[in-house]
């Protein structure tokens, strides 16, 4: 059974960090591009970080760039998505992803909020 599991979601002050984990399994990793995505209220939901299957490269949209990280641990199946600098607008619920070609699995979503 395939399962994608979120944790390290919380509240956060503006400029905290936040480590997100993913767990995978039931698939082997290896020919997925593994990464995070997340949809705010009232938003459509936009890609946050990715390693792309094609080059293991990390590729990260522009809001985040600089201030996220993402890294996988293959051993324990997992992908980490460390936030730092986080502000008001990275409030969010985040979904970690695998996809290859038309097979798209997703977790549950963890929620992560940025406020005084």
């Known amino acids: 059974q395939v399962q994608l599991v979120e944790s390290g979601g919380g509240k956060v002050q503006p400029g905290g960090s936040l480590r997100l984990s993913c767990e995978f399994s039931?698939?082997?990793?290896?020919?997925?591009?593994l990464g995070w995505f997340r949809q705010a209220p009232g938003k459509e939901r936009e890609g946050v970080a990715c390693i792309s299957n094609r080059d293991g490269n990390g590729y990260y949209g522009g809001s985040v760039k600089g201030r996220f990280s993402l890294f996988r641990d293959n051993a324990k199946s997992t992908v980490y998505l460390q936030m730092n600098s986080l502000k008001p607008e990275d409030t969010a619920v985040y979904y970690c992803?695998?996809?290859?070609?038309?097979?798209?699995?997703w977790g549950q979503g963890t929620q992560v909020t940025v406020s005084s």
């Open positions: 992803n695998a996809k290859w070609g038309r097979v798209d699995y």
């Open positions: 039931g698939f082997t990793l290896d020919h997925y591009s």
